[in-house]
């Protein structure tokens, strides 16, 4: 086959399109083919490599991994290093201080660039400000920040000192984040009065002081009795809208006050390898938030080899943007660890894409001259809902190299987002991990791997994973079954915070000494992943194994859908049946009339992906929809859309981004499903 030519056997939704790097890629990658080989030849001696490399060690550590106390690794046991020196100083005693660190874009349009020695200086005098606090080494700091520079610098902050951070997003709730606090016994929260969203000042410090209590609840001893459930001391609050906000004096102080009477000079405190770095609480199957913790050199080894390797990162020359918030794992890996550790200079945005005008992220690149763009493929489907005329009016040129995370991407998404984005020219990484991973696992190498829209591909070298049957046996290229690691690896969880048996249960029971991920995967013809989306979005429908994400693939491969979201409903005759959300694009929309309304639409999907997949994934209803139900951090929960489609109550919706939707999606049922 030759480039360019879909091939129609190879996947069901026509992406069998490769795409070779270009020889001018490969001849400046970072990657090297012999990375592979290196790793397999001696997978622990090209870590410890990667480890002394990557970082600067006070002192060297002399075993690489103990598995002894399995399923809890031990990286580099006995070295010692600090994190915050890794992503900072160093870089300033290398010369680098003048380099920018962070290009800040506020949503208003105010900004900031703050290069390594300025940073140097306000993550030392924030390090002394927590310690005049009383913050030691261990204790635990929550940050409820927005998406502005002082959320880095509370990171590093708590990072220099040796305590361990726990980011809980903005956009959480009073009660989200009281849980967290109680959970992880924190003694400081760092906060701000508020924020901008979406051309407004949202307020977060009426959260903090909802979660944290009265003040007579506060202050006083930290024993983990206080009947709120909190243990936290004191408030650090950063002035960055200047709304007003109700103030316990003696519990909350100014930020600005306390960095402003604190030196600029304050030694890294070394720390072991092993020492936790932060929390960060993610869902799982049961209500209970799970307070994921990681630890220092093997996280940050494994961010800064992935940084350096899948996002072919010069810190000299390029401007790195990760759109994701730092509330999550990825702007914890690939915000603050990964590219400062590497001495990048990035950009971060407060808002959203929308504000002012839709092609805000695109003036955003333009205006930086971002070279490598990392982000979700929800917020690739939503620019491709709203057309390509809006990034085609910004000079996109300084784009070299694209990157996907967080949810399969489908084909029609990825070949969308390197053609109008990437200029029909860029590498496109969709890169596989989780919470739990640290860092990135699975995602082509750019510079050796030909992409290929809707795989991560491979495992990188020095990562051990496989797709297993239900007892646990690697399937043969051509089928699913689950995705698995199958050995540790640096940047992996070391348990659940003050849940160690939840730990063993969760990853590691379903398949014995082996790490279970949730995910669904299937090895193509030539032994590449694809990720099928969360095992328990998986269908069964009259014993047919279906993946919710191969059919919603399905539908947004037709031109006239912009996002779908498919699920499987509960159905008398067959078990379960598919029942499809779709959001049609806009120039679609305005011509609702030619391609006509409701029952027409709903036939030619249906018939399109029996065309592409078979009839058996046939949805049995498809809804037109305007919005889909999504968490803030951009997920759709198909949980709530099973409640539509079974027509049950819908159930808890405080975790969605704009709660009015599922009102919306309701109403849309009350029409007659179309045949
Ligand atoms: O189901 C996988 C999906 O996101 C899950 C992890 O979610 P979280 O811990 O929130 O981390 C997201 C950012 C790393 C995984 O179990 N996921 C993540 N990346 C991909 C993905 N699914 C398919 N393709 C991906 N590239």
Same mark, same amino acid.
């Given at each position: ?48 490599? +990667? ?7 006070? *002192? ?49 349009? #105010? ?178 938030? @799970? ?53 990048? *200079?990035?950009?971060? &945005? ?12 695109? #003036? ?136 160690? +048996?939840? &730990? ?71 078990? +379960? ?33 029996? @065309? ?17 139900? @999504? ?17 049950? *109550? ?26």
């Amino acid at each position: 086959m030759t480039h360019g030519e879909p091939n129609p056997l190879e996947s069901p939704v026509g992406a069998g399109r490769r795409f070779p790097p270009s020889a001018e890629f490969t001849a400046q990658a970072n990657a090297h083919p012999e990375l592979q080989a290196w790793a397999a030849a001696d997978r622990l001696g090209f870590w410890a490599d +990667q480890a002394r490399q990557l970082l600067s060690w006070g *002192t060297d550590f002399t075993e690489v991994l103990d598995w002894s106390a399995a399923p809890v690794a031990h990286w580099f046991g006995d070295g010692r290093l600090n994190a915050c020196y890794n992503a900072v100083d160093r870089h300033v005693e290398a010369g680098h201080g003048d380099r920018v660190a962070l290009h800040f874009e506020g949503e208003p349009g #105010d900004t900031r660039t703050i290069t390594y020695a300025e940073l140097q200086r306000e993550v030392s005098r924030a390090a002394n400000a927590l310690v005049a606090l009383g913050v030691q080494t261990g204790d635990r700091v929550a940050i409820y920040l927005p998406m502005i520079p002082e959320a880095v610098i509370a990171m590093l902050a708590c990072a220099r000192i040796g305590a361990v951070h726990s980011v809980v997003f903005g956009g959480f709730s009073a009660e989200a984040l009281r849980t967290r606090i109680a959970d992880a016994q924190a003694v400081l929260v760092i906060t701000a009065d508020g924020g901008f969203r979406r051309g407004s000042a949202t307020a977060l410090k009426p959260a903090v002081d909802e979660a944290v209590g009265s003040p007579a609840g506060a202050v006083g001893p930290v024993d983990g009795a206080d009947h709120r459930g909190t243990t936290a001391r004191n408030v650090l609050v950063v002035r960055r809208t200047g709304q007003d906000i109700a103030w316990t004096p003696g519990r909350d102080v100014w930020w600005h006050e306390a960095l402003e009477a604190a030196s600029d000079v304050h030694e890294p405190v070394l720390v072991g390898s092993e020492h936790p770095l932060f929390i960060l609480y993610t869902s799982g199957t049961t209500g209970k938030p @799970k307070g994921i913790f990681h630890t220092t050199g093997g996280y940050l080894t494994q961010c800064a080899y992935t940084h350096l390797n899948v996002f072919d990162l010069k810190a000299e020359t390029d401007v790195f943007w990760c759109t994701a918030d730092v509330g999550w794992v990825t702007g914890h890996s690939y915000v603050v660890y990964g590219p400062l550790v590497n001495g990048a *200079t990035q950009v971060i &945005y407060e808002g959203t894409p929308d504000t002012p005008t839709k092609g805000r992220w695109w #003036d955003i690149v333009s205006k930086y001259g971002v070279t490598i763009l990392y982000t979700a493929p929800t917020a690739i489907r939503t620019c491709m809902k709203w057309g390509e005329d809006i990034p085609g009016g910004y000079d996109l040129s300084s784009l070299r190299l694209l990157g996907s995370v967080g949810e399969p991407i489908n084909p029609e998404a990825w070949t969308w987002y390197r053609r109008v984005i990437g200029g029909d020219r860029t590498p496109v990484v969709d890169t596989w991990w989780q919470t739990e991973t640290g860092a990135i696992m699975i995602s082509p190498l750019p510079g050796i791997s030909s992409g290929k829209p809707g795989s991560a591909q491979t495992p990188l070298p020095g990562i051990a994973a496989d797709v297993v049957d239900e007892e646990a046996h690697p399937v043969a290229n051509g089928s699913g079954g689950y995705l698995v690691l199958t050995e540790p690896w640096p940047a992996m969880l070391r348990g659940i915070w003050g849940d160690p +048996q939840r &730990y063993a249960d969760t990853y590691w029971s379903r398949f014995p000494g082996i790490y279970f991920a949730g995910d669904g995967a299937k090895k193509d013809a030539d032994g590449d992943i694809w990720l099928l989306g969360r095992v328990d979005d998986v269908m069964n429908v009259s014993g047919h194994r279906l993946s919710t994400t191969e059919i919603e693939s399905a539908l947004v491969s037709h031109p006239m859908v912009a996002e779908a979201a498919v699920v499987g409903a509960s159905d008398e005759t067959t078990g +379960q049946a598919v029942v499809a959300f779709v959001i049609l694009r806009a120039e679609y929309l305005d011509r609702a009339d030619e391609i006509g309304e409701g029952a027409d639409v709903a036939a030619t999907l249906r018939a399109h992906v029996t @065309k592409e997949i078979g009839p058996i994934a046939k949805p049995r209803t498809i809804l037109v929809v305007n919005e889909l139900p @999504k968490t803030r951090s951009g997920k759709i929960m198909r949980r709530l859309l099973r409640d539509v489609a079974e027509h049950r *109550t819908v159930g808890d919706v405080t975790t969605l981004a704009d709660s009015s939707v599922m009102d919306l999606i309701s109403e849309g049922l009350h029409t007659p499903p179309p045949t």
